[in-house]
């Protein structure tokens, strides 16, 4: 009678584990799934200084703390020639999104979250003009709404060449015509973003910026894993 | 007699420092150059949190493009109870005696008088004006000690040291009661820039401070926190030290005389003013 149950727990534990995706093959994982070591709060971007990054059902949620105040996560480590594979699952109306080469305010190169201004997977400059901004016009074929999506971006260069695929797909590739960064970094941290949407007080101005992140919305990540790539690779 | 020494003594223990300090000078320049104004005893409410809502307004429709989604009005409401409920009061803090606050961000050039070395990231070929003018960065809050320290030994007439939080947010307000408007963190401080510029390239505060927002992430005594804002007293020992007033790399958002962030920073945007006193 009981042998019986060894099938359904076999195909139970099969599934169970498929469900949970696992980090590509060469990846090594830079979030535990528990705890946010390795990870630290950036203490000078604008975005806030005092985000809500916590880890929940084995999952990095990013949110605001207290209300308004966003703030980015960052990698304890720099990473120069990489590639970086993370799964998301983000809330419309909230904006923030993935730093590559990160400093320690946040002055980054920026896959850019925004699913209700339809720019998710664009390449920004947080806090500096990028050359060539990369637009996901793309994405479409291979974005999941409302569920979770796979990105993978490689980053190689000196002189920033920049790829990223959604879900297996690429959706750009970029060679940067110089090194955007104003202190030409060519390490830096992974960073994830919450967006700000308060002023200190209304006397600092009239700002209309709830739609950058509704209240009580969140990104949620897990799979976060990282290859190195040769320091000296040139493309 | 002895008693009458004794007295002349005692009344000039008490009287001498009061007519010292009334006789202080509004701005003193000490020999390495460096230019002080005088900050007079007063309060000012700190830590005081009003976050902003915004309203609801109509998605714009543009002709041959996707409609904008916009947070409908309900939004508006949630977000509104969630302000009141995160929003301090914050507390007063009364500043007792007076001091001298460095007019400008301490210089390479400064740095260079003192120290001997330049540990400035942006100097050189990277600055297209006279880099000495341009403030010190890619110090810690150690090398900053060690400045101060040597400086204190050079100089025999004045004693320095970093400002603490409220010294440095007292002087940045310089009477204003509540946060900065944009526009005037814009005009008077050095942000949403990519390098440094020279000290004093802006319009200086109502007390004829400069750079007080922006250009460099200024030092202060106190350990940090780790909360949005300072406590009535600081942390007594910490990782970390509290850094004020946001860089070139700053927004409005951030360049205000509330924002209360830390080390380590990216270093080449990361400088300090000093106070003084005299001996």
Redesign the interface.
């Known amino acids: 009678m009981r042998l019986k149950f060894i099938p359904v727990i076999i195909l139970f534990l099969f599934f169970y584990y498929s469900a949970l995706a696992q980090v590509p093959k060469g990846f090594k994982p830079i979030f535990n799934g528990k705890n946010l070591k390795g990870w630290h709060i950036s203490r000078t971007t604008h975005q806030g200084t005092t985000p809500n990054f916590h880890v929940e059902n084995g999952y990095l949620i990013v949110k605001q703390q207290p209300y308004g105040q966003g703030g980015v996560l960052l990698t304890d480590k720099k990473y120069q020639n990489f590639e970086l594979y993370l799964e998301a699952k983000i809330d419309s109306f909230s904006n923030g999104g993935i730093f590559i080469r990160s400093s320690e305010s946040g002055i980054a190169y920026q896959i850019e979250f925004d699913e209700s201004a339809g720019s998710t997977g664009n390449l920004y400059g947080e806090r500096m003009p990028v050359s060539k901004v990369m637009q996901a016009t793309e994405r479409a074929k291979a974005w999941k709404a409302n569920d979770w999506n796979s990105f993978r971006i490689r980053m190689v260069g000196e002189i920033p060449h920049i790829t990223l695929w959604i879900n297996g797909v690429q959706i750009w590739e970029v060679k940067q015509p110089k090194n955007d960064f104003t202190a030409g970094a060519v390490a830096g941290m992974i960073g994830l973003q919450s967006h700000w949407t308060a002023l200190f007080s209304p006397t600092a101005g009239d700002w209309n910026g709830l739609n950058s992140w509704a209240p009580g919305a969140a990104h949620r990540f897990r799979n976060i894993a990282i290859k190195e790539l040769d320091k000296n690779l040139k493309e | 007699m002895l008693k009458k020494l004794v007295v002349m003594l005692l009344l000039g223990y008490v009287w001498l420092p009061n007519i010292s300090l009334m006789a202080q000078a509004e701005a003193v320049t000490n020999s390495f150059g460096m230019e002080f104004v005088l900050i007079k005893p007063g309060s000012m409410l700190v830590g005081?949190?009003?976050?902003?809502?915004?309203?609801y307004?109509p998605p714009v429709v543009r002709a041959g493009e996707?409609p904008q989604?916009?947070?409908p009005p309900k939004?508006?409401k949630?977000?509104a109870k969630?302000?009141q409920?995160?929003a301090k009061p914050g507390f007063t803090v009364t500043i007792k005696r007076p001091y001298y606050i460095g007019k400008f961000e301490v210089t390479q050039e400064q740095w260079q008088k003192v120290m001997g070395n330049n540990p400035a990231?942006f100097q050189g070929s990277r600055v297209k004006d006279d880099t000495g003018k341009h403030p010190v960065e890619n110090i810690t809050w150690q090398d900053a000690q060690t400045f101060i320290k040597k400086l204190n030994k050079l100089d025999k007439e004045h004693i320095y040291c970093l400002p603490n939080e409220f010294e440095w947010e007292y002087a940045a307000r310089a009477g204003a009661e509540?946060?900065?408007?944009?526009?005037n963190?814009r005009k008077m401080g050095i942000i949403s820039e990519?390098?440094t510029r020279a000290v004093g390239s802006k319009e200086p505060n109502a007390w004829g401070i400069y750079d007080m927002i922006g250009n460099v992430?200024e030092w202060v005594q106190d350990y940090?926190n780790?909360?949005?804002f300072a406590d009535p007293v600081p942390p007594q020992s910490g990782k970390?030290h509290v850094?004020k007033g946001?860089?070139f790399?700053?927004?409005?958002?951030?360049?205000?005389y509330?924002?209360?962030?830390?080390?380590?920073?990216?270093?080449?945007?990361v400088g300090f003013r000093i106070v003084m006193e005299v001996r």
């Open positions: 005081k949190y009003q976050p902003t809502v915004g309203e307004k996707q989604w916009v947070l939004a508006y949630v977000a969630m302000a409920e995160a990231f509540d946060d900065i408007l944009w526009a963190a990519q390098i992430w940090y780790d909360k949005i970390e850094l946001a860089s790399t700053g927004d409005a958002k951030n360049a205000t509330l924002t209360h962030a830390a080390g380590p920073g990216n270093g080449f945007d």
